[in-house]
């Protein structure tokens, strides 16, 4: 059963209100279809695999507050952002 931080974590990246605050306002989180699936690639897999192109920043930030949500190392491969 998922954790209500967890719950907040797939909200934000939807763009969705959370009941707790995380994230930051200047900062968007919501995620794009490609992003999307990278991102729950990314839960499957414990890492996040960096396409060349086509992935912002904010894939990124989602996925490092889920893997400390889950208590998981925070693993990124793939070129420098």
């Known amino acids: 059963m ?3 931080r967890q719950d907040d974590i ?3 990246s939807r763009g969705l209100p959370t009941r707790s605050r995380i994230g930051n306002r200047s900062t968007g989180h919501r995620l794009t279809s490609k992003e999307r699936i ?3 690639a ?3 897999r414990g890492f996040l695999k960096m ?3 086509g992935a912002r ?3 990124v930030l989602v996925y490092r507050l889920w893997c400390e949500a889950e208590g998981r190392a ?3 491969k793939g070129p420098p952002s």
Do not use: D, I, Q, Y
């Open 51 to 53: 396409p060349c192109g």
């Open 42 to 44: 990314a839960k499957k």
């Open 38 to 40: 990278l991102f729950e």
């Open 57 to 59: 920043r904010n894939l």
């Open 74 to 76: 925070f693993v990124v």
């Open 10 to 12: 797939e909200k934000l």
């Open 2 to 4: 998922a954790s209500s």
